[in-house]
């Protein structure tokens, strides 16, 4: 027999609700592992990004972890700007997905500049 089935209706949902919040958790570190892993693949500073778009957020644990686990730009699969944003916007991170928005563009306005467009 499971425990579950001995628990109350209460540590039931509290059961659930805990579930769910460390799923979220894990989702929300994996949209942090993206941000980060594009900034390596870019040559951005994820720090700094972050930064700008939460400044009063100082310290950031899980930023850090990310930062951690990324891989260098050669091992790492290409990370779409598309998908970024997509992934940001989903996780209510509208902030840094507008710093991440002006940056693409002045990089494509680098690179137009460059080619001579």
Do not use: H
């Not at 951690?68 to 990370?79: F, Q, S």
């Amino acid at each position: 027999m499971d425990d579950y089935e001995f628990m109350t209706r209460e540590e039931q949902m509290k059961q659930r609700e805990e579930q769910v919040l460390e799923s979220y958790r894990q989702d929300e570190d994996m949209m942090i592992l993206v941000f980060t892993q594009w900034c390596v693949n870019r040559g951005f500073d994820a720090k700094e990004l972050y930064q700008r778009a939460y400044p009063d957020q100082v310290d950031n644990p899980r930023l850090e972890q990310g930062i951690r686990l990324t891989v260098p730009k050669e091992e790492a699969g290409d990370i779409p700007d598309d998908t970024l944003l997509g992934v940001l916007s989903v996780y209510g991170n509208d902030d840094l997905a507008f710093v991440v928005s002006e940056e693409i563009e002045a990089q494509e306005a680098a690179r137009r500049r460059q080619s001579g467009e």
